[in-house]
């Protein structure tokens, strides 16, 4: 029944029909369709080249890192850059800052991952039950809402730690917890807007009840406004996970969590700049990818912008 | 006697990702101190063809023409800035719905004395006292109250009127209406179309009328363009619209539902891919 | 016996001081197979009537009752077997990200209906879809194609009386002729009960057999086609709707 794909222009032309002949041929062209858009924009790329880059050098860290990044060398501290064997330079005690560096990103993809996950799918829950229903319910979820909103996140974290020990994962939880509210802000914005519309009228007059209704007909829209919010929290959550880190409430040493780094390198600051600059800067051009990806794909997934 | 606008072979393009979309395909026409209806379906660029003569076709459109003349004077060639003084001040639009044509945070009044000032060096209390005098000349009454109102706490149809006041204020020579009734009640639309009426025969202007409703346009305009897939397909007397010539005008017209004149099924306009062929007839 | 039947409808939104009043005291009857029009301008409380025949108005009193069953708070899935409504805006009432194919394969489906693929071909036929639009989501459809979806929808569930909300005033004359024969054809096709909305009389005249002209939400006079062409009208607002709509209409 479908229709074969030949050579690429073929497929091309195939994907960018105007009458798709089946379910698995309409969804693939307007996925593919979308990808046409962002590819348009040439930052939003660069950003996700970025990106993806990152995925690599985490995943294939043993293979690139020079050094391993956590054996000492005292003879060998605070090193340079461009230094025989320590690129770029070493830290108070010895160790490689660019192997650091590469192991690092495993744990800022694990930490912008999970919060990724566990934030906005939590706010879109909460949100667009409180937009649909209405009423008490919508009373109470946005109390709840607004009292984990009032939270400052160290002030979470730190209460964190008191209870349950520093760590990682107690960082990631502290800040999820801190995350997920403006999540379920928007998801009941949008929520509350799409209600009255139509085709949720015409829906409900075929007798669709309100799980249908939220899952199938609301998610789907309030998801895009969802994904361009979390690439661009993206930035804030990397500094808040770098902020526990610096205040040793994150990773512990001698974890090369990049936000620790930092915290190590202030001391030398003054004579020996790149311990704390390094890790500074790849904070920064993380940040700034996940910027540039959420701008672009702002572009391609809000439904309100109408281009033609 | 020289006309107000010349156009000839007007072109209004768009590229798009399967290829360059042309809005408007070699339309020609002139306009005088008469009022003119271009008619059409949505997508036969009558909007468009507003929109390329006030020149607010941004890019990436293109817009072309061999001859864009206002009194004369080229329009094509002027710079943005020489465009600003040339809208509202000698060309001014109104558009369909008030609703989102008037700034919701600004009171009426306030935005009609800001039109004025654009273009002319006057003060607040004398922009304010013209800006009163124009809402009388549209029939509100109560102006002094309206004056302070925001658009939101208006009827469509109030707000229309201010529109038009709002555009009548600089004295311009032409103005474009882009579906200036569609929005509104049918009572109402009477009104707001009287009024537009007598003040462009007033002033001495020229106006283009553009519509969909090929009925009202034939009572209000003069002279009526029926547009089609962005060419100019007849071009009539509005009184001898019932001797249209060619089959779109035809179909258009024979397919109304007609209260006084019912029929078991409405004639379905048959399209011919020729309409889109042929040359643009010149009006 | 009537098929719709409605006995002083109150409408309303908001309360005390913030009621708002959309429909007072409205009655109405629509015999089965008949085709009644709500005429009025906007703010006459036409559309309210329907939706609250539908179950979307939110504060009513007063006496519905379709097919002789009354109408309560709530409808149930074998009210909405029995009535459908098809919205006015075809930009609206679809949803944007959803295929035609999902919209109707859903609609027949929450219908406990089996078959999905036969019904849902046919139903594109009936509409004069051809199968090519199965996969097409809103945005590659045409004003006109949309509404055409959405009188599918409409009639998957195979009703008997279907409510229409000025379902050609935002399409293109030509348009709406061919959407106003299609329902011409349903009707006679599937025997359908019609109660229609609408704000041009020219439209109302020629699918109703009756109208109720609306004012302020209430319905001022009720009158057969031929007396409103006849302009043997007796509320001078029915006679200032007819004026101004024959005003515009003036060919010979």
Redesign the interface.
């Known amino acids: 029944m479908s229709v074969t794909k030949p050579s690429s222009q073929g497929l091309r032309a195939w994907l960018l029909a105007d009458t798709p002949t089946s379910r698995r041929h309409a969804k693939l062209s307007v996925v593919y369709q979308s990808w046409l858009s962002f590819k348009g924009n040439h930052m939003a790329m660069f950003g996700l080249g970025i990106l993806l880059f990152l995925v690599v050098i985490a995943a294939a860290a043993p293979l690139l890192a020079p050094q391993d990044p956590f054996i000492q060398d005292l003879s060998e501290r605070l090193l340079p850059p461009g230094s025989e064997g320590y690129i770029l330079g070493s830290d108070s005690l010895g160790r490689d800052i660019l192997s650091r560096l590469l192991y690092g990103s495993r744990i800022t993809l694990y930490i912008v991952t999970l919060v990724a996950i566990i934030a906005p799918i939590a706010g879109l829950f909460v949100g667009t039950v409180a937009g649909y229903a209405g009423g008490w319910a919508d009373v109470i979820l946005m109390r709840i809402t607004d009292i984990f909103l009032a939270f400052p996140r160290l002030v979470l974290a730190l209460a964190f730690v008191a209870a349950l020990g520093a760590g990682i994962e107690n960082a990631v939880l502290a800040i999820s917890l801190t995350a997920w509210p403006p999540y379920a802000r928007i998801a009941r914005a949008e929520t509350l807007t799409i209600r009255g519309s139509d085709y949720i009228n015409a829906v409900r007059l075929q007798g669709a009840g309100p799980l249908r209704i939220i899952t199938k007909h609301i998610w789907p829209l309030c998801i895009s406004s969802l994904v361009v919010r979390v690439t661009l929290d993206m930035a804030g959550i990397i500094l808040a996970a770098a902020g526990l880190g610096f205040l040793g409430l994150g990773a512990q040493p001698p974890s090369p969590e990049w936000g620790a780094m930092i915290s190590e390198g202030r001391k030398f600051i003054l004579d020996h700049w790149w311990v704390a600059t390094m890790p500074g800067l790849a904070i920064f051009t993380v940040s700034l990818a996940f910027n540039l990806l959420g701008d672009g794909l702002r572009d391609v997934l809000d439904p309100k912008e109408g281009k033609s | 006697m020289s006309n107000l606008l010349d156009i000839e072979n007007l072109w209004v393009k ?1 590229p ?3 290829g360059i979309f042309d809005a408007v395909r070699g339309v020609s026409f002139s306009l005088g101190k008469e009022r003119l209806g271009i008619v059409g ?2 997508g036969s660029g009558k909007s468009m063809t507003g929109r390329a003569i006030l020149r607010l076709i941004r890019s990436p459109g293109m817009v072309t023409a061999d001859k864009l003349d206002l009194e004369g004077v080229d329009l094509l060639g002027r710079s943005e800035k020489e465009m600003r003084g040339v809208r509202g001040k000698q060309i001014s639009m109104i558009m369909q719905d008030p609703k989102f044509s008037l700034n919701p945070v600004m009171r009426v009044g306030q935005q009609i004395s800001e039109a004025y000032r654009l273009h002319a060096k006057v003060s607040k209390s004398e922009a304010k006292r013209k800006s009163i005098e124009m809402l009388e000349a549209v029939a509100i009454r109560d102006p002094e109250r309206v004056y302070n109102m925001y658009p939101h706490e208006v009827s ?1 149809g109030m707000g229309q009127r201010i529109m038009i006041a709002m555009m009548l204020i600089p004295d311009p020579k032409i103005m474009i209406a882009d579906e200036p009734t569609s929005a509104l ?3 109402v ?2 009104q707001v179309l009287e009024i537009m009426d007598k003040l462009v025969k007033d002033r001495g202007m020229g106006l283009i009328f553009i519509s ?5 346009v ?2 209000f305009c003069d002279r009526v363009l029926i547009m089609y897939a962005g060419r100019v397909v007849e071009t009539l007397a509005a009184d001898k ?2 001797e249209a010539q060619h089959p779109y005008t035809q ?3 024979n ?6 004149a ?8 048959q399209r011919d891919p020729a309409w889109a062929d042929e040359p643009s007839v010149s009006a | 016996m009537s098929e719709i039947l409605i006995e002083d409808l109150n409408v309303w939104f908001g309360e005390y001081e913030e009621r708002v009043d959309a429909v007072k005291g409205a009655s109405l009857s629509v015999s089965k197979g008949g085709s009644f029009g709500l005429v009025g301008e906007s703010g006459s409380g036409k559309s309210t009537i329907l939706r609250a025949i539908m179950g979307l108005a939110p504060t009513w009193d007063g006496r519905m009752e379709v097919s002789g069953e009354p109408l309560g708070p709530k409808r149930s899935r074998t009210f909405y077997r029995k009535v459908q409504m098809v919205f006015q805006d075809p930009y609206a009432s679809l949803h944007p990200r959803h295929s035609v194919d999902q919209v109707l394969s859903e609609t027949l489906s929450l219908h406990g209906f089996k078959d999905i693929d036969t019904r849902i071909t046919k139903l594109l036929d009936d509409v004069g879809l051809g199968p090519s639009f199965r996969f097409r989501y809103p945005h590659q459809l045409s004003g006109g194609q949309r509404q055409r979806v959405a009188i599918a929808r409409a009639l998957a569930p195979e009703p008997e009386v279907l409510l229409l909300d000025e379902p050609t005033s935002a399409l293109d004359v030509s348009v709406q002729a061919e959407i106003l024969n299609l329902l011409t054809d349903l009707r006679d096709e599937h025997s359908l009960t019609y109660l229609m909305v609408s704000h041009d009389l020219a439209v109302v005249g020629h699918i109703c057999s009756d109208i109720a002209v609306m004012q302020l939400g209430e319905i001022v006079e009720t009158l057969t086609i031929d007396d409103m062409r006849a302009m043997r009208t007796q509320h001078s607002y029915t006679k200032h709707l007819l004026e101004s709509s024959l005003l515009g209409a003036k060919l010979a």
């Open positions: 768009f798009t990702r399967n379906e949505s469509g009640d049918v009572s639309q009477m969909h409703d090929l009925n009202l034939s009572s619209l019932h179909g258009l017209l397919s109304l539902p007609r209260l006084d019912p029929k078991d099924r409405l004639q379905v306009l």
